[in-house]
């Protein structure tokens, strides 16, 4: 065998390796299989929302106002120009654990399909599924749109992208104070709920009175836990208040007049 044949044989032996390579890192898609996109968005989320697109449920998708570990959320426009905030629940690092808690014991959500992105999925349902009861008995939520797969879609609050400052970005007084007790109040009479992630992070405080949101926690009174986390939710917002040096009444008081 000369020299050149040699050379010839191992260009072509790295030329095959450089295209297996290649071939591993990106699918004909552009999709690696069953990964994530930047770390954010896997084959199917993009999917799903190239879906919401084609369905007019959304116009298009605008940048990214935040995005936490367990979930993103997007700021999109509606086919009338309306801002749509879409919160996409992560499947690649949901937290199991940390969810089925406040899942299993709910009477709404008897028959539980295994598997972590059936869990996400159905997580999106559920705040779906409380976001609209609670629209439906006039308790100030975010209004719920639709929601697919693991994509929840809702009203923008705020404006130009921005969303409307929590009430712990927020300046509060004492009228802030009652307006919470009464959301945990109309939360339980009314739609027969606990929200179980109650605090100054999950409240708006807009032009027109505060907005709750973030209900993929919520649970039903039957929930056997559902005292223990209208405790905690309590507890949670009145230790806020009194940093803020602002009068509360005792949570067990507050618990009672909830609860009465
Ligand atoms: N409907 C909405 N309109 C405008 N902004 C929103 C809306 N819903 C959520 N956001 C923005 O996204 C943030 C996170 O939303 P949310 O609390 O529902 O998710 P989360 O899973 O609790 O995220 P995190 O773990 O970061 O708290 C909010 O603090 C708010 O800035
Ligand atoms: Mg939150």
């Excluded at 799903?48 to 990214?64: D, P, R, W």
Aim: hydrophobic share 40%.
């Amino acid at each position: 065998m000369s020299f050149d044949n040699l050379n010839e044989e191992f260009e072509s032996k790295i030329q095959n390796k450089l295209d297996q390579k290649l071939k591993r890192r990106k699918l004909f898609d552009g999709f690696k299989k069953n990964k994530v996109v930047n770390e954010v968005l896997d084959k199917l989320t993009v999917m799903e929302l190239y879906n919401l697109i084609k369905s007019n449920v959304v116009f298009y998708m605008n940048g990214i106002v935040k995005a936490g570990k367990e979930s993103v959320v997007f700021w999109a426009k509606g086919e009338n120009d309306e801002d749509l905030a879409l919160k996409v629940y992560l499947v690649s690092t949901s937290n199991f654990k940390k969810r089925i808690q406040y899942i299993v014991g709910d009477p709404r959500f008897s028959r539980i399909k295994k598997g972590t992105k059936n869990l996400v999925y159905l997580w999106a349902q559920k705040e779906f599924r409380n976001l609209s009861l609670c629209y439906k008995k006039g308790i100030p939520v975010v209004k719920p749109l639709h929601v697919s797969k693991n994509i929840l879609v809702m009203e923008f609050i705020g404006e130009g992208g921005t969303p409307a400052k929590t009430l712990l970005e927020s300046h509060i007084d004492q009228h802030d104070y009652e307006s919470s007790i009464s959301l945990i109040k109309m939360l339980y009479n009314k739609a027969k709920l606990v929200h179980g992630d109650f605090s100054e992070y999950n409240i708006f405080k807009t032009d027109k009175g505060l907005i709750l949101f973030d209900l993929g926690s919520a649970v039903d009174l039957n929930h056997p836990n559902s005292n223990d986390f209208l405790k905690r939710d309590i507890n949670n917002i009145t230790n806020f208040f009194v940093k803020r040096g602002l009068t509360v009444e005792h949570p067990s008081d507050v618990l009672r007049k909830v609860t009465k």
